[in-house]
């Protein structure tokens, strides 16, 4: 009698607050780090062969930057397609097969002997890479406490951060004996490895499930593994406090295409509703100005350096090592912003706009040009990693996803324009090098503004949430 009294309903929510951070997340940001690792780094392949590739298969500026766009293009579309997907079937299944397809399209790129075959896989390459990163963002916010969720993503993106770092070393370290080919095989190798790795590990996110309606039974294992002494048989019902419950259109009554478009829309409405209709336009435009400045220098970061009289493996190891300390970086000015709003991230990118101008403008020369242009470089790389960790935790469970999706095509939009502008107008000589700094540094004054006005929206959608009921279903 006395269990019986004993109350059956688990807060999911108050779940993950009282456990706090436990071992199993920590296990949780080290595999979800690998996954960005490995996208990062086939990612980033294309961009430290590419002089190799325009060496050996002759390709014109134009044709380098189509070559440097098309992962983008795939990566703009498989943003949408990825993070839509796994709200409505999950961010585990979404994640582990976008991978094992990111392998296979990245070794396969060895056997390209055209520019056109590297474009194509690339593009392909780009939907899979696209298509996990909201979802594996959705995944670590969801299961963190309140105080982590930010810094959570902010970690996990230094393992795309890394893997970008890595791809100059790896090219490095055997294009020069082995040539460009050899460094997709050996990466997409890497990449399959971990797929299987996932297979055995990934947990799906409690909270997208306890969203979607789904059962005790299925969602308290999954729980328990974060707290092994939760007696997962004691719970009849499970809820989320913090959000209401979105409606998603599962009856069959209609066809496959109407129930699609009817939850698509949903979705979507959800994204604008209340204080997130200024949040969402907001998070875009800031993200786009930090894309296009990231992308313009993992495009052609090498060849500005080249075109600058920096030696090409000198070059390498700039980028490398300034977008890793940048990565590093945005995680420690995550861990102090957490709880103080965005507003502290701007910041870096604020620091980011007199290095790239002061560039941009021939102020540095000597001595002074090197160190000027890795702090510039390692700003940008802090900024847009502190950016992406607040792309999406603005936005309830059921829709996460969905959200990181659409701010990711968004900037994906910037990352093809950027190597095509960069292409048209940036790389031609020195004075058009010198252009294509100081227009990164008007891109990261465009991040300062959004950043300014996104803290505060924040303080109102905070306001917002707190004056809301709770409701069963929200349509």
Not at 212 to 235: H, K
Not at 328 to 357: D, N, Q, Y
Not at 452 to 475: D, G, I, N, Q, S
């Amino acid at each position: 009698m006395v269990a019986d009294a004993e109350p059956r309903t688990l807060d999911v929510t108050q779940f993950f607050e009282n456990t706090g951070f436990t071992r199993f997340h920590v296990w949780l940001l080290v595999i979800s780090s690998f996954v960005t690792l490995f996208d990062g780094l086939d990612f980033s392949l294309i961009s430290f062969t590419i002089p190799y590739l325009r060496d050996e298969l002759h390709l014109t500026d134009a044709m380098m930057g189509n070559v440097t766009a098309a992962a983008f293009v795939g990566q703009m579309v498989g943003s949408l397609y990825g993070s839509y997907v796994a709200d409505i079937y999950g961010r585990r299944p979404v994640i582990i097969w976008c991978t094992i397809a990111g392998a296979a399209f990245t070794f396969v790129t060895g056997f390209a002997s055209s520019a056109e075959m590297i474009i194509v896989l690339r593009l392909l390459g780009g939907l899979a890479i696209g298509g996990l990163l909201a979802p594996a963002w959705s995944l670590n916010i969801e299961s963190m406490p309140s105080g982590m969720k930010a810094t959570a993503v902010t970690i996990i993106m230094l393992g795309f951060s890394i893997g970008g770092a890595a791809a100059g070393q790896v090219t490095n370290l055997l294009a020069p004996d082995h040539g460009w080919q050899a460094v997709f095989f050996a990466c997409g190798v890497g990449t399959m490895a971990l797929a299987l790795i996932l297979l055995f590990t990934l947990p799906e996110s409690a909270r997208w499930m306890v969203a979607r309606g789904r059962e005790p039974a299925v969602v308290m294992p999954i729980l328990s593994r974060f707290n092994p002494g939760l007696e997962i048989d004691r719970y009849t019902d499970i809820v989320l406090s913090d959000e209401n419950r979105f409606a998603f259109d599962d009856t069959h009554d209609a066809s496959f295409i109407k129930r699609s478009t009817m939850n698509f829309l949903r979705t979507m409405g959800q994204l604008f509703r209340g204080t997130l209709a200024f949040i969402t336009p907001v998070i875009w435009f800031t993200y786009f100005c930090s894309s296009f400045a990231i992308y313009m220098r993992v495009s052609f970061g090498v060849i500005f350096l080249e075109q600058l009289g920096v030696d090409r493996i000198e070059g390498t190891n700039i980028g490398s090592f300034g977008g890793l300390v940048g990565a590093v970086g945005a995680v420690i000015l995550l861990k102090f912003t957490e709880k103080r709003g965005p507003l502290w991230i701007a910041l870096a990118p604020l620091l980011g706009v007199p290095a790239m101008l002061a560039v941009g403008f021939g102020l540095t020369s000597g001595p002074m040009f090197i160190p000027v242009v890795v702090l510039g470089t390692i700003f940008v790389g802090i900024g847009h990693a502190a950016v992406i960790s607040i792309t999406t935790i603005y936005y309830p469970s059921a829709v996460r996803s969905t959200g990181g999706g659409w701010a990711s095509f968004v900037a994906k939009i910037a990352a093809v324009a950027a190597p095509l502008v960069g292409a048209a107008w940036f790389i031609h000589d020195r004075a058009a090098v010198l252009n294509g700094y100081a227009f990164t540094g008007y891109c990261l004054a465009g991040v300062v503004v959004g950043i300014v006005a996104l803290a505060f929206y924040a303080r109102r959608l905070h306001a917002e949430r707190e004056l809301e009921t709770t409701e069963p279903v929200v349509a």
